[in-house]
């Protein structure tokens, strides 16, 4: 019987122990609002690899919840806001100059990659410098005027679709993003099977990763991510990343001429 005691004892002293632990927080999710599908999929998977690979190089346990926004996309966000567990968003395409896609996320800090005339709101935070204000706003491939000569256009220029629609054109892309260099590209590609040859939205995605890696340590809620996001700083691919009223913080401003599908620098 005395035996039987101890074991009991030592069972129930177990038992109180496990009661009292605390419980164990399940790690922060982001969601990524970018098109799968049809005419504009090529910035979803342009995106999504980079992202995963910036959040596991900054140490992170951050799970990425990847979203279709190719159709109903203010529905999709609309769904994103209404699961708790996603504590911030990136968001990349067209899609998003539509002001019910981001007004649906109802206040979830959002970091958009480049700018895509998307609203402005204080939980909105672009990758991308104030200046964009000043650039022919080109924000889907059939609002281009494919007989305009000197053309500057943002982040609609450097998709490849945009080449392939009109292959004589060479405009010239203005964005904050460098195009991944050999060791960054062939990372990426490495990470999973049949990832595209990264291109600018890439390296500004890897970017992101890195910084949402960093600032939601420790954040468990959608307004305590929204305060680490306005404060957080983080160096990455293409500099420091933090924001200022919503805007990339001493941004670099990048042009490339587009010929064909390249993207090559100008000086």
């Known amino acids: 019987m005395g035996a039987r005691r101890i074991v009991l004892a030592a069972l129930a002293a177990v038992l109180l122990l496990a009661a009292c632990a605390p419980a164990r927080q399940p790690?922060?999710?982001?969601?990524?609002l970018a098109p799968?599908?049809?005419?504009?999929?090529?910035?979803?998977?342009?995106?999504?690899?980079?992202?995963?690979?910036?959040?596991?190089d900054s140490g992170s346990d951050v799970i990425v919840n990847a979203v279709d926004i190719s159709?109903?996309?203010?529905?999709?966000?609309?769904?994103?806001?209404?699961?708790?567990?996603?504590?911030?968003?990136?968001?990349?395409g067209p899609q998003l100059a539509d002001t019910a896609v981001l007004g649906a996320l109802h206040?979830?800090?959002?970091?958009?990659?480049?700018?895509?005339?998307?609203p402005h709101d204080p939980a909105i935070f672009f990758m991308a410098p104030s200046q964009t204000s000043t650039i022919p706003a080109v924000v889907a491939l059939d609002t281009y005027h494919w007989d305009d000569d000197d053309a500057r256009g943002g982040d609609v220029f450097a998709l490849r679709e945009f080449a392939r629609l009109n292959p004589n054109a060479d405009p010239e892309v203005i964005i904050s993003a460098a195009l991944p260099d050999?060791?960054?590209?062939?990372?990426?590609?490495?990470?999973?099977?049949?990832?595209?040859?990264?291109?600018?939205?890439?390296?500004l995605a890897y970017d992101a990763?890195?910084?949402?890696?960093?600032?939601?340590?420790?954040v468990h809620t959608r307004t305590d991510a929204l305060d680490a996001v306005?404060?957080?700083?983080?160096?990455?691919?293409?500099?420091t990343l933090a924001f200022d009223h919503g805007w990339w913080r001493n941004a670099p401003i990048r042009r490339y001429r587009v010929s064909g599908e390249?993207?090559?620098?100008?000086?």
């Open 71 to 92: 159709r109903e996309a203010d529905l999709r966000a609309s769904a994103v806001a209404s699961d708790p567990a996603i504590l911030a968003v990136i968001a990349a």
């Open 36 to 56: 799968f599908e049809g005419r504009y999929r090529e910035i979803g998977y342009d995106v999504l690899y980079a992202l995963r690979l910036g959040l596991a």
């Open 182 to 203: 050999e060791a960054l590209s062939q990372r990426i590609q490495a990470s999973g099977l049949f990832v595209p040859e990264p291109r600018l939205h890439a390296s």
């Open 230 to 239: 306005s404060r957080h700083e983080t160096t990455g691919y293409n500099g």
């Open 107 to 118: 206040g979830i800090p959002t970091i958009v990659l480049g700018d895509w005339d998307a």
């Open 262 to 267: 390249m993207l090559t620098p100008v000086d």
């Open 209 to 218: 990763g890195l910084f949402l890696g960093g600032a939601l340590t420790g």
């Open 27 to 32: 790690p922060p999710r982001v969601a990524l």
